[in-house]
């Protein structure tokens, strides 16, 4: 079976000119469908940017190496071509955008992506009925539709829109930057509920996070450790919790 | 030896610090002409107009008040005496045409004026509003004498005072207007009068060398209203290489004790009309806690320019303002602010926001003046400017004058671009570049229109519509965004 994310030999860069700093060393990645990944890593070991790489931020620049979805290179592609094919990234920090209103963006994404799939849009009062439904499960409050997009909510809160945001474009592949921080535990449950809704055999997942913990809640099928822009090592869940107990070090020396 | 020489004392040269302007010989004649001529019941606002433009002068080049703007585009239509007041006459628009430009809300409330002219045909009041043109606005003899005394007192104490507003204009197109506007127009809320519905005044210019216009807003004594004002060109499809017109029109509102309105204007065209030329100015003296929102929305012209002189007169008062343009090809858009605390315990605010594409041009001139008196005052300017275009050009002009000492006085001015990280977080949700874009554009210029009203009042939404729609129209990408219904495409904050 062809994996549904498949990242060859990755190299990249942000900056340019002098300043042109490599982030991504040589990454290999290989996720099935039906699997959820972890990656975990220490501050600053390129995690976010192998996220950000693979969701078509434009300012890395990808030098070597390709990046496979569903067997066809997607690195040429723009990022909202990306986001059709159902390629998904929550972001770490999520964006706000003051005028904008969330209700609002989130039918026109969620057109963008029905349109993509050749179906049909969603009239404004059906897509109301899909994203009540969806709000409830995360256990959103309905101000939520009539504000601007993150503008002024909590950090839970900024996290629980990225979740929702999921669910309405039901993605196949959803890679979601450190989605856990900055959460409560009550917090953390709702969140991870939402990621285990979209865990399917059509489905693939990769959590990328700093700590063990939402682990506890939304079980990985492997567990990649990234230090200094490499893969240093690949395991079973049972490698999140040696990390948690034994720290970055003896994997990173 | 040096014989004593007579000592000669050199007569004393008298340092003119400014040199009065005079109007040009043909103008002043025609000024004094057009008195001459004039009606009883407009001598007085045309002497006051004539006063004030007298002492103006007309703007030249290196005028503060017109420092981005080319003034020598305006001269020819301003030097004339022309107006309105000699123009042909013009063929009326027929009612279907009128009505596809009437808001929905404002149905049973419409005056239409044309090159200046209130033409009755077309309009209709209903209840709330009164309206008349100037010269016929003074009360009708009364079968009770005193009554009668009594109201035409009252009416000459308000004419006076809005001579004297005219009298201190500083603005020579607004004192023209005044001056030469054919058929002044008087609207009145009755005091304690809460208008249920809104009054619109639809400016309709034929094209015309320069047509003047002067609307009146009397505002009573804690009335509530909403004026909505639209500007639409006659024969749209006009000859391209044919002379392009000067629309002037001066709004003058008194706003009594605990009166409240909001003024929404909305001058955007989508026709070639982006030929002509629009100067547009708001006057406003707020009363003791008298309260005005004004939003204005327009897409420019060849030059628009869109003037308010606000004095917050009476202790309590507040006024906001709020502009919104958007332009694009070589058109102009510009403001310019008075806005003078006279008195303790105003507050102010005013939102600028412009977004500027290709060759546009566009600038936001204003001073917040606080008198030595104006303790407490609280005033505050923002001017924000989002260049689409590295060609685009926008001036920024805030200025703060305060003589008091205890005062919460702040302005600012930005200009930028698009923020790169909401464009990719946009797109990284399947929102093609263009339509990310125009996403956000029209968010950044809906803050400004957001004050127009409560959300879902018709007016928001047909602003929103024409300003929007408008914008969409003219960004990449607007095929690709959804087309507006009347509950979508429009971002609320």
């Known amino acids: ?253 | 030896m040096t014989a004593p020489s007579e000592v000669k004392t050199a007569k004393p040269r008298i340092m003119r610090e400014e040199i009065l302007p005079v109007l040009p010989p043909a103008l002043e004649a025609a000024v004094q002409e057009h008195l001459d001529a004039s009606p009883p019941g407009l001598v007085g606002v045309r002497l006051a107009a004539a006063s004030a433009l007298r002492r103006i002068g007309l703007p030249h080049s290196g005028a503060e008040d017109y420092s981005f703007i080319r003034v020598g585009d305006l001269l020819p239509h301003l030097g004339q005496a022309e107006g309105s007041a000699g123009a042909q006459p013009r063929p009326l628009p027929t009612a279907g045409e009128v009505e596809g430009w009437v808001y929905p809300e404002a149905k049973d409330n419409l005056v239409v004026m044309l090159d200046g002219l209130f033409v009755p045909e077309l309009s209709r009041v209903s209840g709330d509003y009164f309206v008349a043109p100037l010269e016929e606005s003074a009360p009708p003899d009364s079968p009770l004498p005193g009554m009668h005394l009594r109201f035409q007192g009252l009416h000459a104490t308000f004419m006076s005072r809005i001579e004297n507003m005219l009298e201190e204009d500083y603005d020579a197109p607004a004192a023209l207007a005044a001056l030469f506007a054919s058929q002044p127009v008087l609207v009145r809320v009755p005091a304690k009068r809460v208008a249920a519905a809104p009054l619109q005044i639809l400016h309709l210019t034929s094209g015309q060398h320069r047509s003047d216009a002067l609307v009146i807003l009397h505002a009573g004594a804690q009335s509530q209203s909403r004026i909505l004002v639209r500007h639409e060109r006659l024969g749209k499809a006009q000859d391209p290489a044919g002379p392009a017109g000067l629309e002037n029109i001066h709004t003058l509102a008194i706003l009594e004790d605990g009166a409240s309105l909001r003024f929404l204007e909305q001058g955007i065209d989508s026709s070639a009309a982006g030929r002509d030329m629009h100067l547009r100015k708001l006057s406003v003296r707020l009363e003791r806690d008298a309260r005005l929102i004004a939003v204005t929305a327009h897409t420019g012209s060849r030059l628009t320019r869109a003037s308010f002189g606000i004095d917050l007169a009476g202790e309590g008062a507040d006024a906001e303002l709020n502009g919104a343009a958007v332009l694009s090809g070589t058109r102009q858009g510009h403001y310019h602010v008075r806005l003078r605390h006279l008195v303790p315990h105003g507050t102010s605010r005013q939102m600028f926001k412009t977004v500027a594409a290709d060759q546009a041009r566009a600038s936001v001139d204003g001073t917040i003046i606080v008198a030595l008196d104006a303790q407490q005052t609280n005033a505050g300017q923002r001017i924000h400017n989002l260049m689409l275009s590295d060609d685009a050009r926008a001036d920024s002009k805030p200025r703060l004058m305060i003589h008091a000492d205890d005062v919460k006085c702040s302005h600012g001015a930005t200009a930028g671009k698009l923020d790169p990280v909401q464009q990719f977080y946009l797109e990284s949700r399947g929102l093609p570049p263009d339509q990310a874009r125009s996403l956000l554009t029209v968010a950044f210029i809906a803050e400004a229109l957001g004050k127009a009203g409560n959300a879902g009042e018709p007016f928001r939404a047909a602003l929103d519509h024409a300003l929007l729609d408008g914008l969409r129209a003219r960004l990449p990408g607007s095929g690709t965004a959804p087309t507006a219904g009347a509950s979508q495409g429009v971002p609320h904050a």
């Open chain 1, 1 to 253: 079976m062809t994996p549904m994310l498949e990242v060859k030999s990755l190299i990249a860069h942000v900056g340019e000119g002098e300043s042109i700093t490599p982030i991504l060393k040589g990454i290999n990645l290989s996720v099935k469908a039906g699997e959820v990944h972890a990656i975990m890593g220490p501050n600053g070991s390129g995690k976010s940017t192998l996220s950000k790489v693979i969701a078509g931020h434009p300012d890395y620049s990808v030098t070597q190496g390709e990046i496979l979805f569903n067997g066809e290179n997607i690195l040429s592609l723009e990022a909202d071509e990306r986001a059709r094919k159902g390629v998904f990234m929550g972001f770490q920090y999520p964006v706000e955008i003051p005028g904008v209103n969330n209700a609002e963006f989130l039918r026109m994404a969620y057109n963008q992506r029905r349109k993509a799939e050749g179906k049909e849009e969603a009239d404004p009062l059906d897509f109301e009925e899909i994203l009540d439904a969806k709000m409830k499960e995360l256990d959103m409050d309905a101000k939520f539709k009539e504000r601007a997009i993150n503008e002024g909510y909590s950090g839970g809160e900024k996290k629980r829109n990225e979740i929702l945001q999921m669910a309405i474009l039901d993605p196949a592949l959803a890679i979601l930057d450190e989605t856990d921080s900055g959460l409560d535990v009550d917090a953390l449950k709702i969140v991870a509920g939402g990621i285990n809704r979209l865990r399917g055999p059509a489905k693939a997942i990769v959590l990328i996070t700093h700590y063990q913990r939402l682990l506890d809640y939304v079980k990985p099928d492997i567990v990649h450790v990234l230090s200094g822009g490499r893969i240093v090592k690949t395991g079973g869940k049972e490698l999140a919790l040696e990390v948690e107990t034994q720290g970055y070090d003896w994997l990173v020396k």
